[in-house]
């Protein structure tokens, strides 16, 4: 199985700053990797497909990077509802396997 | 629009089995499948398996093969999943998510808490 791994494991930032999460995959992957958001509570939101594509009615605030092993999530002017656990997923190959996650605090 | 709406809670003892059903609607239930994904307590995201609507193609990771089969009903745009002999360990929070293609998922179930306990 592919192992996923994610830096930091948290994260405490003020309004309007600039974060950059790392999802790091243990075999290459292409670009066949996904990021996820979720608040407590509540069910995951699918944020980035592909790594860098958002989907339909994500704020262009976010943006995905990487391919093969490296991979970033990036959250420019980060506001209060951006706080939320992150999840990073390969999908190139089953299981389709999540990093641990990196939760983000304002 | 597209919605995935799953049963309710369950309180289940050890060695039972479960049955987590998402409601689909919003689309062509054929035309996309259909992951779930498992939460335990606290934790992270796991992934279970994947079935294909159209024609039942299924595949469950290996942690849980033996113990879980997903399965559909065409006729009422719902896909079941249940997981056999439950444990302790097995509490968790069920997700079922649609996949935009194979792989990526995009629309989310709100999740089904199940309760192993004796």
Same mark, same amino acid.
């Given at each position: 199985?592919?192992?996923?791994?994610?830096?930091?494991?948290?994260?405490? =930032?003020?309004?309007?700053?600039?974060?950059?999460?790392?999802?790091?995959?243990?075999?290459?992957?292409?670009?066949?990797? =996904?990021?996820?958001?979720?608040?407590?509570?509540? =069910?995951?939101?699918?944020?980035?497909?592909? =790594?860098?594509?958002?989907?339909?009615?994500?704020?262009?605030?976010?943006?995905?990077?990487?391919?093969?092993?490296?991979?970033?999530?990036?959250?420019?002017?980060?506001? &209060?509802?951006?706080?939320?656990?992150?999840?990073?997923?390969?999908?190139?190959?089953? &299981?389709?396997?999540?990093?641990?996650?990196?939760?983000?605090?304002? | 629009?597209?919605?995935?709406?799953? /049963?309710g809670a369950e309180v289940k003892k050890p060695?039972a089995?479960v *049955?987590?059903?998402? *409601? #689909? /609607?919003?689309? #062509?239930?054929? /035309?996309?499948?259909?992951?779930?994904?498992?939460?335990?307590?606290?934790?992270?995201?796991?992934?279970?398996?994947?079935?294909?609507?159209?024609?039942?193609?299924?595949?469950?990771?290996?942690?849980?093969?033996?113990?879980?089969?997903?399965?559909?009903?065409? /006729?009422?745009?719902?896909?079941?999943?249940?997981?056999?002999?439950l444990?302790s360990?097995d509490t968790?929070?069920? +997700?079922?998510?649609?996949? *935009?293609?194979?792989?990526?998922?995009? +629309?989310?179930?709100?999740?089904t808490l199940v309760a192993v306990s004796s």
């Open positions: 199985d592919i192992q996923m791994t994610q830096s930091p494991s948290s994260l405490s =930032a003020s309004v309007g700053d600039r974060v950059t999460i790392t999802c790091r995959a243990s075999h290459g992957v292409s670009n066949n990797l =996904a990021w996820f958001q979720q608040k407590p509570g509540k =069910a995951p939101k699918s944020l980035i497909y592909a =790594a860098s594509t958002l989907h339909s009615g994500v704020p262009s605030k976010f943006s995905g990077s990487g391919s093969r092993t490296d991979f970033t999530l990036t959250i420019s002017s980060l506001q &209060p509802e951006d706080s939320a656990t992150y999840y990073c997923q390969q999908y190139d190959s089953s &299981p389709f396997t999540f990093g641990p996650g990196t939760k983000v605090d304002i | 629009q597209v919605q995935l709406v799953q /049963s060695g089995s *049955k987590v059903s998402c *409601k #689909t /609607s919003g689309y #062509t239930f054929t /035309s996309s499948y259909i992951h779930w994904v498992r939460q335990a307590p606290g934790q992270g995201l796991e992934w279970m398996g994947i079935i294909n609507p159209n024609g039942g193609y299924t595949r469950y990771t290996q942690r849980f093969q033996g113990r879980v089969t997903m399965t559909t009903d065409t /006729s009422t745009s719902t896909v079941y999943m249940e997981l056999s002999s444990r360990d968790a929070l069920f +997700y079922c998510a649609r996949g *935009k293609d194979y792989a990526t998922t995009d +629309y989310w179930g709100q999740g």
